[in-house]
């Protein structure tokens, strides 16, 4: 974990996907290693996810909110998340991402990234909120499962041609989230 006085987190913008995609990169490779097959981790191009990115960050989708961490003027972590068009899992709305660079893991940022999609998208009108998982991630299930993130359902899915499976963890009551006291070790970052 690196030792960071200050992050800042905010909206992202068209010119961070290309920083954004570096760091879905950088965390898949080292979060998936040993889930997913490291052929498939080891091609992952910049410019595939960059151009992903970019489209989603200009379609200006009022349905959808991405914000960037940012320490020492540099893009560490995003998280997104979106109000779903159709409920699924009696959810409402959904954490599509959230990813840090893994040096910066387990510093309570990820903590305040969830707070601030799941605070963004009750202020969009949802009550509830869910996210999936990759069955075989045991960090992100316990890191939601710490947060009141209560197990949906397991399911197979595909990826990319990848046979997969996935579980739901979801948040029935947003308010039981984004009113959750994190706590804060003395060395926490200070966030702005």
Request: charged share 20%; proline share 3%.
């Amino acid at each position: 974990m690196s030792v960071i006085k200050e992050i800042s987190l905010r909206r992202a913008t068209v010119a961070d996907a290309q920083a954004i995609a570096a760091v879905r990169i950088e965390s898949w490779r080292t979060t998936y290693r040993g889930i997913m097959p490291d052929a498939y981790l080891d091609e992952m191009k910049l410019d595939d996810s960059a151009a992903i990115w970019t489209r989603i960050l200009t379609a200006d989708n009022p349905a959808v909110c991405v914000f960037v961490a940012i320490a020492d003027d540099e893009i560490i972590g995003f998280a997104s998340g979106m109000l779903l068009k159709e409920e699924k899992q009696g959810m409402h709305s959904e954490l599509t991402a959230i990813y840090l660079r893994p040096t910066f893991q387990n510093s309570g940022i990820g903590q305040r990234m969830l707070q601030k999609v799941a605070r963004t998208l009750q202020a969009m009108g949802a009550s509830n909120m869910l996210v999936w998982v990759l069955t075989g991630n045991k960090a992100a299930r316990q890191f939601y499962e710490n947060f009141g993130g209560q197990f949906l359902v397991e399911q197979d899915f595909i990826w990319d041609e990848l046979e997969l499976q996935e579980v739901a963890y979801g948040w029935p009551d947003l308010n039981e989230l984004t009113e959750l006291h994190l706590t804060s070790a003395e060395s926490a970052p200070t966030f702005h």
